[in-house]
């Protein structure tokens, strides 16, 4: 494989990976953030919030395991927190509060609460330690050309006694755009493809909160210092608005008010009614964070919108291809947001690799490989691969949000996750097993998850169908022959109507 040089455009989690992959393969690799060093406690996030803490699931860690990077590996599991299910709160008639468990997964896998900002600077860190990565912080992208395969970028932040900011030219051989949901590599992208965009704002804002450790926790009990299960994703439904409590670390949750922009326009007229509102529909809240404090978080921190992005092809020629949020910014209730994009990273070079490899037909030289040649191939298997299980992935999460937010309440969701474990457990040849364990505990295709849970369902209501009308046959029938030993000859219409006299 030869040299090449790599640009990435975006130092977050799936562009750290990616670099960490581009780099483990020999290539000079260059990382470009509009930000300053996401590792500097004082750089502010794009979206003006502190760091939230993420759902990590199978996808994400065996992406980070095809990294080959053991510490990577150690880091993540030594600072993470299990969590083998939801925990539903609510209120019963009696005015009781009530907590009910919901395990993810009948067989006891877990998904793991990580904080996103200590991800992100350990494979940082990782990355700085090689001698074929180099940092460029405060650096915006403010042209490409894809044919040529330059970049201009703005220098911004740096001590300087004019005003404009410093502009400078770079070349590349293969650029990657992992720069978030308000993407500049895909907005120059579309100046070279004829890329299909879809971008829709959902109408609900979010805004976060925390519970914070209890005090006086017991050092020989790390649990001690969490006020309600560490081990659970705390869910409030409230069937059109929830709220959200996941783990950290240090005993506390980061928390998340979802709710309509209608609805925030009212509190926000007047947020001295917000604890009321939270006690009516959000029960046990206020006993966790004191109501000045849920006043005070709401009228500090923002309150952001939710964008949800398709769009296709992923790439252009062998120059360049857009990854995580650039390619598919999802809504959050499916926690796969980030686990898809560090997907897309090892999909994209066990793509790229299977290429690199692929045979030379010319007698002259049968031992050379054009790169570029070869890769504008591995490009466009990406994008065809990629693109129906982002989109899939995108539309699941969602519809995940009626699923949280209402029908974790519901007997006939219950019902169907009931029906779906039991026979993942009792007949596992089957291979039935529920649409969140296939997407949250292993490595399918998105798409194919959609298609197997459809199936299911199909297959659960033909044999509901068929278990209510059972009954009803067999009584017609039985009627049927009764009669008939009783009138001598009877069609089975004359049975029916006789029913009905």
């Not at 927190?81 to 008639?93: A, V, Y």
Request: hydrophobic content about 40%; overall charge neutral.
């Amino acid at each position: 494989m030869s040299r090449q040089k790599y640009v990435v455009v975006g130092a977050g989690p799936v562009g750290s990976l990616a670099a960490l992959y581009a780099a483990k393969r020999g290539h000079d690799v260059e990382i470009y953030e509009l930000r300053g060093d996401l590792r500097d406690p004082s750089t502010v996030p794009l979206n003006f919030t502190k760091s939230i803490n993420l759902a990590l699931s199978e996808r994400g860690i065996n992406a980070m395991r095809h990294a080959n990077q053991q510490e990577l590996l150690d880091h993540v599991f030594s600072a993470t927190i299990p969590m083998r299910g939801r925990m539903i709160h609510g209120k019963r008639p009696s005015g009781e509060l009530f907590e009910e468990p919901q395990d993810y997964d009948i067989h006891g896998r877990t998904i793991f609460a990580v904080d996103r900002g200590g991800l992100n600077g350990r494979l940082l860190d990782i990355l700085g330690a090689m001698p074929n990565v180099k940092f460029f912080f405060n650096y915006k992208l403010t042209g490409a050309d894809f044919k040529r395969r330059k970049a201009w970028f703005e220098v911004r932040g740096q001590n300087s006694s004019s005003t404009r900011p410093e502009e400078v030219e770079i070349d590349f051989d293969f650029m990657i755009g992992a720069d978030g949901a308000h993407s500049a590599v895909r907005y120059h992208l579309m100046k070279y493809t004829r890329m299909n965009y879809q971008q829709e704002y959902v109408d609900t804002l979010w805004c976060e909160f925390q519970i914070k450790p209890k005090n006086g926790a017991e050092l020989h009990d790390p649990k001690s210092k969490f006020q309600i299960s560490p081990n659970h994703l705390h869910i409030w439904p409230g069937k059109k608005f929830m709220f959200i409590a996941i783990p950290s670390e240090d005993g506390s949750f980061t928390c998340t008010l979802f709710l309509s922009g209608a609805d925030f326009a009212k509190l926000e007229s007047d947020s001295s009614k917000l604890p009321s509102f939270f006690d009516k529909h959000f029960p046990g809240v206020t006993s966790l964070i004191e109501p000045s404090e849920l006043v005070s978080a709401f009228e500090a921190n923002p309150h952001l919108p939710l964008i949800s992005i398709k769009c296709q092809p992923y790439h252009y020629s062998n120059s360049v291809v857009i990854l995580g949020d650039a390619a598919h910014a999802m809504v959050p209730f499916y926690g796969q947001g980030m686990n898809a994009g560090l997907e897309d990273v090892r999909i994209l070079f066990s793509i790229l690799d299977k290429h690199a490899v692929a045979e030379n037909n010319n007698p002259d030289d049968p031992w050379s490989i054009d790169t570029t040649f070869q890769r504008g191939l591995a490009l466009a298997e990406y994008s065809a691969l990629r693109v129906p299980d982002a989109h899939a992935i995108n539309d699941l999460a969602l519809q995940n949000y009626v699923e949280m937010s209402a029908s974790v309440l519901s007997p006939t969701y219950r019902l169907r996750k009931f029906l779906e474990e039991f026979m993942s457990v009792h007949l596992p040849s089957l291979g039935w097993q529920t649409k969140y364990s296939r997407v949250s505990f292993g490595n399918e295709r998105y798409s194919e998850v959609v298609a197997k849970s459809e199936h299911q369902g199909k297959v659960l209501l033909r044999g509901f169908v068929a278990m209510l009308c059972g009954p009803v046959v067999a009584g017609v029938l039985g009627l049927y022959l009764t009669q008939r030993r009783s009138f001598g000859r009877l069609y089975p219409l004359d049975t029916i109507r006789n029913l009905f006299k």
